[in-house]
């Protein structure tokens, strides 16, 4: 207020000093329009503070959101495969536990029978195993799952889960995953292996044996190194498909 009261009065006395013919005597304008108040940002229309963005700078904002969802897509596929591989070596665990609790009810079996219609009928099976009424159950990989008995040579039997995976859809990862649960398991189991299947022909990579069967010429379970779980990894990718089997002896 007091800035225009000073104005004002500078400004009639413009007037006069002009009215009186003292040309001599004169002001500029710009010096009276600094005196005079500014106009702020809220004095402007609404539709000349809109002011738009660029194309730069709108090109800058979506390659910014591109490389956060790449990030964010990377982070939750690498937090479900973690999340699979618990799932899968807790399925494997418990699957493990089953065959040794119950392995003494198969003393005098019929050669090769299958195991997963009798504990389908004891109701003790993973219902998100179960897919369908074949022999068969499937892990979280969706790798199907076989358990049987096989035959009884010299009463030498036992039972055996078997995990076969196409190549293409195993990965170290997996692999690794299901050696490290059968190591777990060294006490209890009575050898551990990898099967390849290729050209209608499988073979066997070096087997392990559980603590009651290992020994100085006999590889143990417990003592395989990452070389060992590497070399027998890639044994299996090198096949069309590839069978992890547990074994559980009967007669222990």
């Known amino acids: 207020s007091k800035v225009n009261n000073i104005?004002?009065?500078?400004?009639?006395?413009?007037?006069?000093?002009?009215?009186?013919?003292?040309?001599?005597?004169?002001?500029?304008?710009?010096?009276?329009?600094?005196?005079r108040p500014r106009k702020t940002a809220l004095d402007e229309p609404l539709y000349k503070l809109s002011a738009g963005r660029s194309m730069v700078e709108m090109l800058g904002v979506l390659a910014i959101i591109g490389?956060?969802?790449?990030?964010?897509?990377?982070?939750?596929?690498?937090?479900?495969?973690?999340?699979k591989l618990n799932k899968q070596a807790e399925q494997l665990s418990w699957l493990l536990n089953i065959m040794y609790q119950y392995k003494s009810l198969w003393t005098s079996?019929?050669?090769?029978?299958?195991?997963?219609?009798?504990?389908?009928?004891?109701?003790?099976?993973?219902?998100?195993?179960?897919?369908?009424?074949?022999?068969?159950?499937?892990d979280v990989f969706n790798m199907p799952v076989r358990i049987r008995t096989n035959d009884c040579p010299n009463n030498q039997c036992s039972t055996v889960m078997i995990l076969y995976s196409l190549t293409g859809n195993n990965s170290f990862d997996i692999c690794n995953n299901l050696i490290q649960t059968a190591k777990n398991f060294h006490e209890q189991l009575q050898r551990f292996g990898v099967g390849n299947y290729t050209d209608g022909n499988t073979s066997y990579a070096t087997e392990y044996y559980g603590d009651k069967y290992c020994g100085q010429s006999v590889p143990c379970i417990r003592n395989m190194t990452f070389d060992n779980i590497d070399g027998q990894c890639k044994y299996c990718n090198e096949a069309e498909s590839c069978s992890f089997y547990f074994i559980y002896s009967i007669n222990d």
């Open 7 to 35: 104005t004002e009065s500078l400004e009639k006395g413009l007037d006069k000093v002009v009215s009186r013919g003292e040309k001599n005597f004169s002001v500029h304008r710009k010096y009276m329009n600094f005196l």
């Open 67 to 83: 490389v956060l969802s790449v990030g964010a897509i990377a982070g939750y596929s690498k937090a479900m495969m973690k999340y």
């Open 109 to 138: 079996p019929p050669p090769s029978i299958s195991l997963v219609p009798i504990y389908k009928k004891m109701n003790i099976l993973d219902e998100n195993m179960i897919k369908d009424d074949t022999e068969y159950i499937y």
